[in-house]
């Protein structure tokens, strides 16, 4: 599995490369007139595009009977495809950070302090965002090739809609005015990077944390076995 990752690696570095390129030069521009929300955002969109660039190049190339070629099954190259986008996701992080901490240094931001961004909760929620989008993205990838990007994307945005209209209205439990409570309140001061935060005022860190690794634990499980599912029957 390590040599289908660094297989995918080689095959795509120069599309890594060029994304990278211009996530640097758009990332500075946000920096300089965005919010944090804005800028952070902007960064994950791009963290999802690249942690899947692999699929989406093999199916622009047609490289996938070259790659069934290989003494590995497909359930392992499904895979290390998802073992490579969870390498990705963390690497982009990291370099998120770092590379808003740089700018901090070097860009005077209208909006933005980036000293203080780095907290457990905004690492946290944005993984946890990331994760979610590219478990959603992928089968559809599978599925649909490049085109499926459009469809994750659009269903990521759209169960997130969802999820806030839920929010919003509220739900008469008194369960749920405790986790609910407050939220918008606090999500408009903290920002939605403080999502984790959010939440876990009411419910106490150790249960949402839970709660949110068992959330992406199932969303990752489900998304690997459809993806499978699909790959396996797929006929090339």
């Known amino acids: ?14 599309t890594l490369l060029i994304n990278i390129a211009v996530l640097l030069v758009m990332g500075a521009v946000m920096f300089k007139i965005a919010l944090l929300d804005v800028f952070l955002m902007i960064n994950i969109v791009y963290a999802v595009l690249i942690a899947i660039t692999p699929i989406t190049v093999e ?20 895979g290390s495809k998802y073992l490579l986008a969870l390498l990705t996701i963390i690497s982009m992080i990291i370099f998120l950070f770092i ?22 909760s905004r690492v946290f929620s944005l993984f946890f965002f990331t994760v979610m989008a590219v478990s959603l993205c992928i089968p559809f990838v599978y599925r649909f090739g490049q085109n499926g990007i459009v ?7 759209l169960l997130s809609t ?12 008194e369960l749920m005015k405790r986790i609910i409570g407050g939220f918008f309140e606090r999500l408009e001061n903290g920002g939605l990077s403080n999502f984790f935060y959010s939440i876990s005022q009411d419910m106490g860190t150790a249960l949402a944390l839970t709660m949110f690794i068992c959330i992406m634990i199932v969303m990752v499980f489900v998304s690997m076995r459809l993806s499978m599912f699909i790959y396996i029957r797929k006929e090339f």
Not at 64 to 72: F, N
Not at 99 to 120: C, E, K, Q, R
Not at 151 to 157: A, E
Request: charged letters at 20%; hydrophobic letters at 50%; aromatic letters at 10%.
């Open 1 to 14: 599995m390590l040599k289908m990752i660094r297989k995918d690696f080689i095959t795509t570095r120069n």
């Open 59 to 78: 199916d622009k190339l047609r490289a996938d009977p070259l790659t069934l070629s290989l003494p590995i099954t497909r359930r392992r190259i499904v």
């Open 99 to 120: 590379y808003g901490n740089i700018l901090n240094i070097f860009i005077s931001a209208n909006y933005i302090d980036f000293s203080n961004a780095l907290t457990f």
């Open 151 to 157: 469809i994750g994307l659009g269903g990521t945005v």
């Open 162 to 173: 969802v999820f806030f209209m839920i929010t919003a209205i509220g739900l008469r439990s």
